[in-house]
Nanobody
Framework: QVQLTESGGGLVQSGGSLRLSCAASGRTASPYAMGWFRQASGKEREFVAAISWRGGATQYTDSVKGRFTISRDNAKNTMYLQMNSLKPEDTAVYYC?????????????????WGQGTQVTVSS
């Protein structure tokens, strides 16, 4: 079992930036894909980005392409989400997720491990 813990959320003005981190503890090994999801109030959890074990493959939802960058540092067992040019519609609880797989899942049900979430609020 892998435990995931997010950090880095907060309140930021529109156009600002935040960097989220997801620290993994417990046994992790190749190939452990990881992803970010978000859930706005009253809405379903949606895919944001995913990254392969070695970081060679990434995937983003269209609404964040060009603004968000996913990365990971396996030596530190940590994944990141750099969020630039934030918009009010990015406001949500952001969750990190993980799964032992060679592919990059984009649906919540495909992931096995989840963090507790971190709130991101973007004011207009």
């Amino acid at each position: 079992q892998v435990q995931l813990t997010e950090s880095g959320g907060g309140l930021v003005q529109s156009g600002g930036s935040l960097r989220l981190s997801c620290a993994a503890s417990g046994r992790t090994a190749s190939p452990y894909a990881m992803g970010w999801f978000r859930q706005a109030s009253g809405k379903e959890r949606e895919f944001v980005a995913a990254i392969s074990w070695r970081g060679g493959a990434t995937q983003y939802t269209d609404s964040v392409k060009g603004r968000f960058t996913i990365s990971r540092d396996n030596a530190k067992n940590t994944m990141y989400l750099q969020m630039n040019s934030l918009k009010p519609e990015d406001t949500a609880v952001y969750y990190c997720a993980g799964k032992y797989t060679m592919v990059l899942p984009t649906t919540p049900s495909a992931y096995d491990d989840w963090g507790q979430g971190t709130q991101v609020t973007v004011s207009s």
